[in-house]
C-alpha cells in the first residue's frame, strides 16, 4: 500500500472518530431533554387554556343562578350578564401559550433525527453516485488509475461523518445561547401564570387571589343560591331531593377543581425546571455519551485495521 | 377602580372583602329565617361583585408583562428556524454534490456512445 495512501486512510479515520467524539454523540442528551422539555409543554398547555375556560363556566353558572333565584324581584337584565375576563385578556394568554408550544416545537425539530436521517440519505446518495462513476469507468480515465472500492466507501464514510459534525457544531453554537437566553423569559411566564391561577382562600377568607379565588367564590355563591332557590321554590319531593342532592355535589365540585387548578401550577413550575434542566449539563448523559463514543471508535477503528489487513 | 391600586393593597383589599364573604357565609347558614337568609344574600351578592372586580384586577395587572413576553418567545422561534435552515443547507448541498455526480455519470454514459457510434 502506498504510504501517502495510508496517511490518508489515517487522517480519514481520525476524523471520523474525532467527528464522533465532538459531533454526534454529544446531541443525544440534548435531545432528550428538548423532548421532555416538549412533553412538558405539551402538557402544561392543555390545562392552563382549560383553567381560563373554567372559570369563565363557573363565573356564568354564578350569573345564571343568581338571575333564577332573584328574577321575581329583579327581572332579567341582559346587561348584567357579562365575562369575568374580556375577549382581550384571554387573547393574549392563548398567544403567550402558543408562543411557548411554537418555541418548544422549533427546539425538537431541530433537534431531531430528521436532518440525522436526511444527511444519512445525501451522503449514501453521494457514495452510490461515485460508485456508480467508477462501474462506468469515469474514475478510472479521470484518475489514470482504478480507485479502490472500499476508499469511496470510507470517502463516503467520512463526508457524512462530516455532515454530521458540521449541523452538530451549528447546534452546539447557537442551541445553547438561544436557550439560556430562553431561560429567564420562561421563568417569567412561568410566575406570571402561577400568579393569574394564584391561590384560594384560607378559613378566615383571607389570601385568596386569581383564578382559584374567583373558582372558590362562585361555587360559595352557587351553592347559597342553590339553596335560596330551594327555599323558595315549591318543588314536588322528589324534585326537591335533587335539588338538596345538588348542594353537596356543589362543594364537592369546588374542592376537586381547586385541586386541579392547584396541579397546573405544579405543572407550570415542572416545565420552568424542564427548560433549566436544558440548559444543564446532564453528567449522566454525557457519561453515556462517552461509553457509545468510544465503543463507536473501536468499532470504526477495527473497520479500518480489518480494511488494511485485506489490502496487505 | 381595583385596577388602580397596587399589588398590596389590592391583596390588602381581597384580604378584607373575602373575610366580610366569609363572615356573610358563616351567617346565612345560621340565619333562621328566610327572609333573614336573603338579607345576608343580597349583601353577599355585592361582596362577591367587589371580590370579582378585584380578582379580575389583580388577573389583568399581569397583561402587559405576558404580553412583552409574546415578542421574546417570537424571536426565539425565529433564531431557532434560523438555525435550523442552516442545517438544511448543509444537507442541501450534499444533495447537490449528489446531483452533480449523478450529471457527470449521466454525461460520461452519452459520451461514451457517442464516441462508439462514430467510432463504428
Known amino acids: ?312 | 377602580m381595583p385596577g388602580t391600586f397596587d399589588d398590596q393593597t389590592r391583596q390588602a383589599l381581597l384580604d378584607a372583602f373575602g373575610a366580610l364573604h366569609q363572615n356573610l357565609q358563616q351567617a346565612y347558614w345560621a340565619a333562621t329565617s328566610i327572609e333573614a337568609q336573603d338579607r345576608i344574600r343580597g349583601i353577599e351578592d355585592l361582596v362577591y361583585d367587589t371580590l370579582t372586580d378585584l380578582n379580575r384586577a389583580d388577573i389583568q395587572s399581569h397583561d402587559d408583562a405576558l404580553s412583552q413576553l409574546i415578542n421574546g418567545l417570537a424571536q426565539a422561534k425565529g433564531k431557532i428556524d434560523e438555525l435550523q435552515g442552516q442545517i438544511d443547507l448543509i444537507i442541501h448541498n450534499l444533495k447537490v454534490a449528489g446531483e452533480v455526480i449523478e450529471a457527470i455519470k449521466t454525461a460520461s454514459t452519452a459520451a461514451a456512445t457517442a464516441l462508439a457510434q462514430l467510432q463504428g
Open chain 1, 1 to 312: 500500500m502506498h504510504p501517502a495512501s495510508a496517511r490518508r486512510r489515517n487522517a480519514m479515520t481520525c476524523l471520523a472518530v474525532w467527528c464522533l467524539a465532538f459531533g454526534g454523540c454529544a446531541v443525544a442528551p440534548l435531545t432528550q431533554r428538548v423532548n421532555q422539555f416538549g412533553g412538558a409543554v405539551s402538557t402544561v398547555v392543555p390545562p392552563v387554556t382549560h383553567a381560563y375556560e373554567t372559570i369563565e363556566e363557573t363565573y356564568y353558572d354564578g350569573q345564571v343562578a343568581g338571575l333564577v333565584v332573584n328574577y321575581d324581584k329583579n327581572g332579567f337584565k341582559p346587561e348584567k350578564i357579562q365575562p369575568f375576563l374580556s375577549r382581550e385578556d384571554l387573547l393574549i394568554r392563548t398567544r403567550v401559550l402558543d408562543g411557548l408550544q411554537a418555541y418548544a416545537n422549533a427546539l425538537r425539530t431541530v433537534t431531531s433525527d430528521k436532518a440525522s436521517d436526511a444527511l444519512d440519505a445525501a451522503t449514501t446518495s453521494v457514495g452510490q453516485s461515485v460508485l456508480g462513476l467508477q462501474e462506468e469507468g469515469v474514475l478510472s480515465k479521470a484518475f489514470a488509475k482504478n480507485v479502490p472500492e472500499d476508499a469511496i466507501s470510507l470517502a463516503t464514510a467520512a463526508l457524512n461523518t462530516l455532515g454530521h459534525f458540521l449541523v452538530e457544531r451549528k447546534r452546539s453554537r447557537r442551541l445553547p445561547t438561544i436557550i439560556s437566553e430562553m431561560q429567564e423569559p420562561v421563568e417569567r411566564l412561568g410566575d406570571l401564570l402561577i400568579a393569574d391561577i394564584g391561590s384560594a382562600p384560607d378559613t378566615q377568607g383571607h389570601g385568596g387571589k386569581g383564578l382559584r379565588n374567583q373558582l372558590w367564590l362562585a361555587y360559595d355563591k352557587l351553592v347559597l343560591d342553590q339553596d335560596a332557590f330551594i327555599a323558595h321554590s315549591t318543588l314536588d319531593p322528589i324534585q326537591r331531593r335533587q335539588e338538596i342532592a345538588n348542594l353537596p355535589a356543589l362543594v364537592r365540585t369546588q374542592r376537586e377543581a381547586d385541586l386541579t387548578l392547584q396541579a397546573t401550577q405544579e405543572a407550570v413550575r415542572k416545565l420552568v425546571a424542564a427548560h433549566q434542566a436544558l440548559a444543564t449539563k446532564d453528567d449522566t448523559g454525557m457519561r453515556d455519551g462517552i461509553a457509545a463514543l468510544m465503543a463507536e471508535g473501536k468499532r470504526v477503528a477495527a473497520y479500518y485495521q480489518g480494511l488494511q489487513a485485506h489490502k496487505e
